[in-house]
C-alpha cells in the first residue's frame, strides 16, 4: 500500500470520513526532515496496511487544511480517528519511534 496525496479539496472525504484511523504528513519539497522520515512512514503503510491509512498533504499545494489545523513548522504528523484529531507529533523521528507512536493512539 503505498501512501495517497491528499489536497485541501479531498482531506474531508479521504481523512475525517474514513473508516479508520488516517495518518497526515504535512511536508513540503524543500524540508529535509520531511524527506528523512519518508521511507519510514513508506513502511509503517505497508506493516499497518488496513489499520491505518498515511496520507501527505503538500503545504505549499495546500495551505488550507495546514493552517485550519494549525501547522507551524514541518514535518508535523497527525492521526485523526472518527473524523476527529487524536494525536499530533512534530519533527522528524526514527521508524520504531514512529511505530510506538501510531500503536499508542491507534
Not at 485541501?8 to 484511523?21: N, R
Request: proline share 6%; charged share 25%; hydrophobic share 45%.
Amino acid at each position: 500500500m503505498s501512501i495517497d496525496r491528499v489536497t485541501d479539496a479531498s482531506f474531508d472525504d479521504e481523512v475525517l470520513q474514513a473508516a479508520h484511523p488516517v495518518l497526515v504528513d504535512f511536508w513540503a519539497e524543500w524540508c529535509g526532515p520531511c524527506k528523512a522520515i519518508a521511507p519510514a512512514l513508506e513502511e509503517l503503510a505497508q506493516e499497518l496496511s488496513g489499520r491505518l491509512s498515511i496520507v501527505k498533504v503538500n503545504i505549499d499545494e495546500n495551505p488550507k487544511t495546514p493552517s485550519q489545523y494549525g501547522v507551524r513548522a514541518i514535518p508535523t504528523l497527525m492521526i485523526f480517528k472518527d473524523g476527529e484529531l487524536a494525536a499530533t507529533k512534530l519533527g522528524a523521528a526514527t521508524k520504531s519511534q514512529l511505530q510506538q507512536w501510531v500503536e499508542s493512539v491507534v
